[in-house]
């Protein structure tokens, strides 16, 4: 196992020092790679060196978050030796060892994301397709933004760019990733560990 993590960060992710000392448990297991969206802004050497050169101007609940993690993910795919892709925020913290998450790969090396086909997605998840009406209903797969895929997923996640469809859609990486795999033709429902890789807490404001 060696796992590539995809920061889409603002800037500095916000606690360098837990990441750092994470990685050193295992660093020939890890890579990172980043898409920093204000580079002018980084205080901290931890992302240095990490930037991929393919960037994208993003903005919150546009495609082109989309395109950041696809960019993101395509330069990570260049390095062979990876076999799990991760997409993290600054936001992010490890709350497992590394050493428990590469066993855990090793013994159950699946893509892992949690997600919702067209029969069990809200009101809401479904009123947001009326914007893409080229995706056939039985393909939509609706998830976190944040995934883990295995070298396979990623590969047919990346090799197809289905963005400009997605464009006039509100938050559309909570289900491109997932909605391509089907329209690709990967079994989600078969390979693809049903389950959440991040806890999340929303605050109001």
């Known amino acids: 196992v060696k796992l590539a993590l995809l920061?889409?960060?603002?800037?500095?992710?916000?606690?360098p020092d837990i990441w750092k000392e994470w990685i050193a448990q295992e660093p020939e297991r890890v890579r990172v790679f980043s898409h920093v969206k204000n580079p002018d802004e980084m205080e901290d050497d931890f992302l240095k060196g990490t930037q991929i050169g393919d960037q994208v101007k993003t903005q919150w609940g546009e495609i082109s978050l989309v395109q950041a993690s696809l960019a993101l993910l395509k330069e990570a795919l260049e390095d062979e030796s990876i076999t799990h892709f991760a997409l993290v925020s600054e936001s992010c913290v490890p709350?497992?060892?590394?050493?428990?998450?590469?066993?855990r790969l090793t013994h159950d090396p699946r893509t892992r994301f949690g997600f919702r086909d067209w029969k069990k997605a809200s009101e809401a998840s479904k009123h947001r397709t009326l914007k893409v009406p080229s995706v056939p209903q039985d393909c939509w797969r609706f998830h976190q933004q944040w995934w883990l895929l295995d070298r396979a997923a990623a590969v047919f996640a990346s090799r197809r760019d289905y963005t400009p469809q997605f464009e006039e859609m509100f938050a559309p990486d909570e289900g491109y990733f997932g909605t391509i795999l089907a329209m690709e033709g990967y079994p989600v429902d078969d390979l693809v560990n049903d389950l959440d890789i991040t806890w999340t807490e929303w605050t109001e404001d």
Do not use: A, C, M, P
């Open 7 to 15: 920061f889409l960060t603002r800037g500095d992710v916000n606690h």
């Open 95 to 103: 709350v497992q060892s590394l050493k428990r998450i590469i066993l």
